[in-house]
Each structure stands twice: as structure tokens, then as C-alpha cells.
């Protein structure tokens, strides 16, 4: 099996997770019960969340226009790729559909998140090639998103009982899923004691959905260390792990 062939997914919508609201968005890879992350700022996560809801601009915007430009100018339909994560970073093109592969203009570099955006104005296309989603992509199975940030994808704890975290079972009884949530948590800086019962200490905070099915509302809190909310943020997509370099910034930590 091809690892760079691009698998075609669906947007599962936009999140916001903890106290700091770090936004995510989520994209599924149909068939396997497994969903891409994709940490990305504030800005973007409203505008996907605006494009579900309809609440958007009334005159075009940036992505409308590239997508009239696209219409008028490329041959086959375009489709938006997310085609490899380096350094933490996810790395996108648009597929423009040029009838000459090769033409400076066949792929156009993008975030993942404009790509999606453009995707879903322009009823594109997504893929992801199938090594970005072996490596990146979380066990969820039936579980609703939420549970991804908000710890209950993880086995109920008995009061007063003494479990390592590898010891705890999964909703799931997967050993995969248990190790795929518990790096999640890990890139999401939430400790051990957080996942044994200790999330009273942060007032039970929750993933809220912002985007897609769920609708709903970003939190109003201030960001702190990781994916930054607000303000420049983080204007790449990331995988949420700690040491990201942003390739905009040379060797700056995100």
C-alpha cells in the first residue's frame, strides 16, 4: 500500500478545549473510526464555524475569490491535499486542476486550515495522504468528538482507587485507542492526575464544538502556554505537541 496515496476525508467541524479554548479542527478518515486533529488559531475556527452557520460576510471574501479565479481559469475540479506534517506542521496545497501537471501553478501552497476553508466554499475535495493519518490521526470510534478533549474517552475511575494511567481501561477495551488518547492529552500539556479525577481543580472545563454539526460558541478565556487563542496565535496548523517550530519564525518555538 501506497503510504502517499491521498485518502479523500470529511470536516467534522472546529473545537475549543480547556479553559485556554485552543481551537481544533477535526477531520475524519471514513471507514476507520479515527479523526485527524488539527490545531489552528481563533480566526481561522471562526471562519469555518461562520461558513457552517451561514453568519458569514455578504460580499465575497478572499476564499470566494480564489475560488472564482479557479472556476475560470483551471480545467478539472480542484482539491486541497494535506500532504505531509514536518516538525509538527501540517503542510497543504491546492490541487488547481491546470491541465499541465507541471505548470508553476498545478499546486499552490496553503495552511490545512484555508485549504479546508476553500474546500468547504468551494465544495472541494479534501485529502490527506495515508502517512500524514497513520501517524497523526486519534482513535475515536463511536465516541462523540468531544470526548477527545474532555477526558471521557478514558475509562470512569473508581473513587480512591490507585491506577497509573496505563493501567486505567478504555471506553473503547482498545489498547490502541487507550494509547492514542493518552498522547493527546500528553500534546495538550494535561497530566496524569487530570486524567485519575482532578478535573474538578479546573472547574470541570469541557470541549465546546464551535464548528460542524455541534455548533455552539468559542469560549471567551485568554490563552496561555500551547496552541496561542487570540491575538497573531499560531498562524500555522499544528499537531498540538510541545517544541513545534514554526516554520514562518525560523527556529521560534510555538
Keep these: 500500500m501506497n503510504e502517499d496515496e491521498p485518502v479523500e476525508v470529511t470536516y467534522r467541524g472546529v473545537y475549543a478545549a480547556g479553559p485556554e479554548g485552543f481551537t481544533c479542527m477535526v477531520l ?6 479515527r479523526v485527524l486533529p488539527v490545531w489552528i488559531d481563533t480566526v481561522q475556527a471562526d471562519k469555518l464555524n461562520e461558513l457552517t452557520e451561514g453568519t458569514g460576510q455578504r460580499r465575497p471574501g478572499a476564499h470566494e475569490v480564489i475560488e472564482s479565479l479557479l472556476t ?63 501517524a497523526q490521526s486519534v482513535y475515536l470510534g463511536e465516541a462523540p468528538v468531544e470526548s477527545l478533549f474532555d477526558g471521557s474517552l478514558d475509562a470512569a475511575v473508581s473513587p480512591g482507587a490507585d491506577m497509573r494511567v496505563g493501567e486505567v481501561l ?21 497530566s496524569e492526575a487530570d486524567l485519575l479525577g482532578s478535573a474538578g481543580d479546573h472547574g470541570g472545563e469541557r470541549a465546546t464544538a464551535v464548528g460542524g454539526d455541534g455548533g455552539g460558541d468559542v469560549a471567551d478565556v485568554e490563552g496561555e502556554a500551547g496552541p496561542e487563542r487570540g491575538g497573531r496565535g499560531n498562524d500555522n ?6 517544541g513545534v517550530t514554526d516554520v514562518n519564525d525560523g527556529d521560534s518555538e510555538v
Excluded: K
Design 28 to 33: 475524519d478518515w471514513p471507514g476507520t473510526g
Design 170 to 190: 478504555s471506553a473503547s477495551g482498545d489498547a490502541e485507542a487507550d494509547a492514542d488518547f493518552e498522547q493527546l492529552m500528553q500534546s495538550l500539556g494535561v
Design 72 to 134: 475560470g481559469f483551471c480545467g478539472a475540479e480542484p482539491s486541497v491535499h494535506i500532504s505531509s506534517c514536518w516538525r509538527g506542521v501540517f503542510n497543504a496545497e491546492i490541487h488547481t486542476g491546470l491541465d499541465d501537471p507541471d505548470s508553476e501553478y498545478a499546486m499552490i501552497d496553503v495552511r490545512a486550515s484555508d485549504g479546508v476553508l476553500l474546500a468547504r466554499t468551494a465544495n472541494y475535495p479534501i485529502h490527506v495522504n495515508r502517512s500524514v493519518l497513520v
Design 237 to 242: 496548523d499544528v499537531t498540538g505537541d510541545r
